[in-house]
């Protein structure tokens, strides 16, 4: 009984049929899940507004690099040396917390599992 299959099978077999259901729905989820997954809940508006404000400096940042290639003057060359540098770092920060935000999810739903595998445990 080491196998996580095993495992699973376990826990289905003392669960009732919803409980069963609601532990299909706590499998692993593949990297389209997750995101998609960032973008319900309760504070699913703050990771819209996050994701529209990072995509905003990055492309900030884009306009940045396009005059930094076009410019010959050096206190140009440092202005949007500076702002595109300042840009692509805030668009990377924005870009962490998305990903906390769905490594967040992803601890919720393990300790959701293990708590069905210790109530598993107890009924046996």
């Known amino acids: 009984m080491n196998t996580t ?15 069963a259901k609601f ?4 499998e692993e989820q593949n990297m ?12 699913k508006w703050v ?9 905003l400096f990055f492309m900030v940042f884009v306009y940045c690099a396009i005059q930094f290639f076009k ?7 440092i202005k949007w040396g500076v702002i595109g540098s300042v840009s692509i770092m805030a668009s990377s920060l924005l870009k962490l917390y998305t ?3 769905m490594d967040k999810k992803a601890i919720l739903r393990e300790m959701k599992r293990l708590e069905l595998l210790v109530t598993a445990m107890q009924m046996k």
């Open 23 to 26: 532990y299909d729905e706590l």
């Open 47 to 55: 990771n819209i507004l996050m994701s529209i404000v990072q995509i």
């Open 71 to 77: 410019t010959e003057e050096t206190n140009e060359l």
């Open 32 to 43: 389209m899940q997750m995101i998609g997954g960032i973008f319900s809940g309760k504070n």
């Open 99 to 101: 990903w906390m935000q």
């Open 5 to 19: 299959k095993d495992i699973d099978k376990l826990i289905k077999e003392t669960l009732t049929e919803e409980e």
